[in-house]
């Protein structure tokens, strides 16, 4: 049981540039998310799923898509990366009222 | 809106001290949880411990508890018997309709 994973650990980006963060959970939580963490603000919604092949915005969902096709992944798109970007990206699953958060991702855009 | 404060960027404590961490909420709900989160710098989400609003009795893990006010809306962590691997980001969070609202967190060192 590998709980929360996430793909890539670390990224760097030059502004422009799109790519996919990658989370895959084998827990078969229903519900997913993508958070942001920024110094000074904690960690913000950008999209969340309550299930396969339902999505939507979280609190900052601008320049980011999602998707789920799955029960089990849930990937994030950068359409096209800005420096504001730039932080370290957790992805989530719930069950009940607990979170598994995966290991994050710390990307910068340069 | 459901919104967590915590009014403490930073904190240290002497090891084998205490320290206690605020966090205040806000909310229209009367049944719900709370919870405070550690990150390392390895940057992985730990849950330290959780609370359940209907629950008068605070929670307790080993060396972690909380001080909960419900009518106060306040949720702090008291960690007793500080320990170098204590030394991390603390998060009081909240669950929202659809996500876990986050303080900006406290940064807590402890030292030698």
């Known amino acids: 049981n590998a709980g929360v994973t996430q793909t890539p650990k670390f990224q760097v980006l030059k502004t422009g540039q799109s790519m996919t963060l990658q989370c895959a959970q084998d827990?078969?939580?229903?519900?997913m998310s993508w958070y942001r963490q920024d110094p000074g603000m904690g960690l913000r919604l950008i999209h969340y799923?309550?299930?396969?092949?339902?999505?939507d915005q979280g609190e900052v969902p601008n320049g980011y898509n999602v998707s789920r096709s799955t029960t089990e992944d849930f990937p994030l798109r950068l359409l096209s990366a800005a420096p504001s970007q730039t932080s370290v990206y957790f992805c989530?699953?719930?069950?009940?009222?607990?979170?598994?958060f995966g290991p994050g991702t710390r990307l910068t855009v340069t | 809106a459901q919104t967590v404060t915590q009014s403490q960027p930073e904190m240290s404590v002497q090891e084998a001290e205490t320290v206690t961490l605020s966090c205040t909420y806000d909310?229209?709900?009367?049944?719900?949880?709370l919870f405070w989160y550690k990150q390392p710098p390895s940057r992985q989400m730990i849950l330290v411990i959780r609370?359940?609003?209907?629950?008068?009795q605070n929670a307790t893990e080993n060396r972690f508890s909380v001080n909960f006010q419900k009518a106060a809306k306040s949720f702090s962590l008291k960690i007793s018997d500080s320990q170098l691997g204590d030394t991390a980001m603390y998060f009081c969070?909240?669950?929202?309709?659809?996500?876990?609202?986050f303080g900006a967190g406290t940064r807590l060192t402890v030292k030698p």
């Open positions: 989530a699953s719930i069950r009940g009222s607990e979170q598994y």
């Open positions: 827990m078969n939580h229903e519900y």
């Open positions: 799923s309550v299930g396969a092949g339902i999505t």
């Open positions: 609370q359940e609003a209907y629950k008068q």
């Open positions: 969070a909240f669950p929202g309709v659809n996500d876990m609202r």
């Open positions: 909310t229209s709900e009367s049944n719900y949880y």
